[in-house]
């Protein structure tokens, strides 16, 4: 394929953020009732936007105390979980090689953008903190501002769009099913990327089942790739 543009997930990807803080999101929830490990929020929630994410969240909480939980409850619960992360994001990292990657494909004369369902004022602050910015700004977009979030294709679109290139000239590259499905049914070619540290032994697989084409472990196997198709147009 001829690449028009490749669209990065961030989180996961670039950021190795899904990691941060998951055990003791997983012992929070525990004392709250809920029997979820930090392999249930992995394969729940990674990936999903914070409206999505907080729907799931709710459904369990509802079913832990076998009623609808009271508003006061839901905040109590949503704003303990949020500070379980937030007290470890000082150990967060960018994913090794991912800066590399990021600017091999700006050397390489590929249009790129970030396409992520955080919320804008977190990509801005990683995306800047991490060095990504030379590279990718302006676009860099969050799904809080498109009608739905991953797994629906959305931002991925609206990155095209803003790039000016057809949806099915672009790579996507992702750590989570739901954005393989959301670049899937975007109609663009989605490559996995595994190489996050919350990946499970079963990552691989359940990837190449949401529709990547490709799986990538590092960044070094990705840069090769890219290389690659590029060589080949």
């Known amino acids: 394929m001829a690449i028009g543009a490749v669209l990065f997930d961030c989180d996961g990807v670039l ?6 803080g998951l055990e003791d999101s997983a012992e929070f929830l525990r ?3 809920f029997s979820w490990s930090p392999e249930d929020l992995i394969r729940l929630f990674t990936g999903k936007r914070d409206d999505l994410f ?4 709710m459904e369990g909480f509802a079913a832990v105390l076998g009623r609808e939980p009271r508003e006061a409850e839901k905040e109590a619960l949503y704003e303990g979980l949020i500070e379980a992360r937030r007290a470890n994001r000082h150990k967060m990292k960018a994913v090794p090689g991912a800066l590399e990657t990021v600017k091999l494909v700006s050397e390489l004369g590929i249009p790129l953008a970030v396409a992520s369902s955080s919320k ?4 801005d602050s990683k995306i800047e903190r991490y060095g990504f910015g030379p590279y990718v700004l302006p676009h860099v977009y969050s799904a809080e501002f498109v009608d739905h979030g991953k797994p629906a294709p959305d931002i991925f679109l609206h990155a095209a769009e803003r790039l ?7 790579i996507v590259i992702e750590d989570s099913p739901f954005g393989v499905e ?5 109609g663009m070619e989605v490559w996995g990327f595994t190489g996050g540290g919350h990946c499970l032994e079963d990552h691989p ?3 190449n089942q949401a ?3 490709r799986i990538h472990a590092t960044h070094s196997a990705l840069q090769q790739d890219l290389v690659r198709v590029m060589e080949e147009q």
């Not at 907080?54 to 969240?57: E, S, V």
């Not at 000016?164 to 672009?170: Q, R, Y």
């Not at 959301?182 to 975007?186: D, E, K």
């Open 15 to 20: 950021v190795d953020s899904e990691i941060v």
């Open 31 to 33: 004392s709250n009732g």
């Open 54 to 57: 907080r729907k799931g969240l």
């Open 120 to 123: 804008q004022v977190y990509l």
């Open 164 to 170: 000016g290139v057809a949806p099915d000239s672009c």
């Open 182 to 186: 959301a670049g899937v049914a975007a």
């Open 205 to 207: 697989m359940r990837l």
């Open 211 to 213: 529709g990547s084409s």
